[in-house]
C-alpha cells in the first residue's frame, strides 16, 4: 500500500518561498510506473493542480502556476519537494501530494488521475 | 483551460436513495474524467477514472458514465458513509483541472 506525507512549514511570509516535501512509502519513486503530483485547495474551496514529476525529473506543470513553481526529485530519499516563490495570501490553502500512476488496474496510460493522496498540510500565507 | 461546471451544487438526500449528479465540460474531453469523494478534513479519494471505470476496492453502487462533454456519477444506494463532496476532473488537456464539486448532504 503506498502512502504519502507531506512536512514542511506550516506559515510563511507574503513574498518569500513556500517549500514543502513529500515522502513516499510502499513503493518506488524510482520503479517509473507514476508521476508524483502536488494539489492544492485554499480553504472552503475546489481543488487545484498544480504540477507533476517523474523519477527523471521530467515534469508537467499549471500553466497558471507555471512561473512561480518548481518541483523535484530526490530518488535516494523516495521523496520529492514543491517550491512556491513569491506567495501572497492567495496561497494559502492544504497542501496534497498524489500518485499519478500510468498503470491502473492493469490498463496503460492512464497518467493524468490521483490514485494515492497524503493527509494534506495547511499552508498559510501571513505576516 | 477546460471548466469543468458540477450540478447541483448541493443535492440533500437520505440513505437509501439514488443519487445522480453531473460534471459538464467547456470542450470535449473524450473519456478521460475521474470522480473523487471528499469527506471532511480527509484528503479526495479517486472513484471513478476513464468516466467509467471503478478505481481498485470502489463498491459497485458507484457507476461514471458519459463522454465528450457530459458526465453523471451515479450512486445506485447511498451508505451512510457515502456523504460528502464530489468532485469531478479531466485529463484530456494539461493542465489538469478540477470541477467546483457537488455537496452530497443527509436529508
Known amino acids: 500500500q503506498v502512502q504519502l506525507q507531506e512536512s514542511g512549514p506550516g506559515l510563511v511570509k507574503p513574498s518569500q518561498t513556500l517549500s514543502l516535501t513529500c515522502t513516499v512509502s510502499?513503493?518506488?519513486?524510482?520503479?517509473?510506473?507514476?508521476?508524483w503530483s502536488w494539489i492544492r485547495q485554499p480553504p472552503g474551496k475546489g481543488l487545484e493542480w498544480i504540477g507533476s514529476?517523474?523519477?527523471?525529473?521530467?515534469?508537467d506543470y499549471n500553466p497558471s502556476l507555471k512561473s512561480r513553481v518548481a518541483i523535484s526529485v530526490d530518488t535516494s530519499k523516495n521523496q520529492f519537494s514543491l517550491k512556491v516563490t513569491s506567495v501572497t495570501a492567495a496561497d494559502t490553502a492544504v497542501y496534497y501530494c498524489?500518485?499519478?500512476?500510468?498503470?491502473?488496474?492493469?490498463?496503460?496510460?492512464?497518467?493524468?488521475?490521483?490514485?494515492?493522496w497524503g493527509q494534506g498540510t495547511l499552508v498559510t500565507v501571513s505576516s | 483551460d477546460i471548466v469543468l461546471t458540477q450540478s447541483p451544487a448541493t443535492l440533500s438526500l437520505s440513505p437509501g436513495e439514488r443519487a445522480t449528479l453531473s460534471c459538464r465540460a467547456s470542450?470535449?474531453?473524450?473519456?478521460?474524467l475521474a470522480w473523487y469523494q471528499q469527506k471532511p478534513g480527509q484528503a479526495p479519494r479517486l472513484l471513478i477514472y476513464?468516466?467509467?471505470k471503478r478505481a481498485t476496492g470502489i463498491p459497485a453502487r458507484f457507476s461514471g458514465s458519459g463522454s465528450g462533454t457530459d458526465f453523471t456519477l451515479t450512486i445506485s444506494s447511498l451508505e451512510p458513509e457515502d456523504f460528502g463532496v464530489f468532485y469531478c476532473?479531466?485529463?484530456?488537456?494539461?493542465?489538469?483541472?478540477f470541477g467546483g464539486g457537488t455537496k452530497v448532504e443527509v436529508k
Open positions: 498524489a500518485r499519478d500512476p500510468a498503470i491502473m488496474n492493469n490498463e496503460f496510460d492512464t497518467r493524468g488521475s490521483f490514485d494515492y
Open positions: 510502499g513503493g518506488s519513486i524510482s520503479s517509473g510506473d507514476a508521476f
Open positions: 476513464d468516466a467509467s
Open positions: 476532473q479531466q485529463r484530456n488537456n494539461w493542465g489538469l483541472t
Open positions: 514529476i517523474d523519477y527523471t525529473a521530467t515534469t
Open positions: 470542450q470535449s474531453v473524450g473519456d478521460y
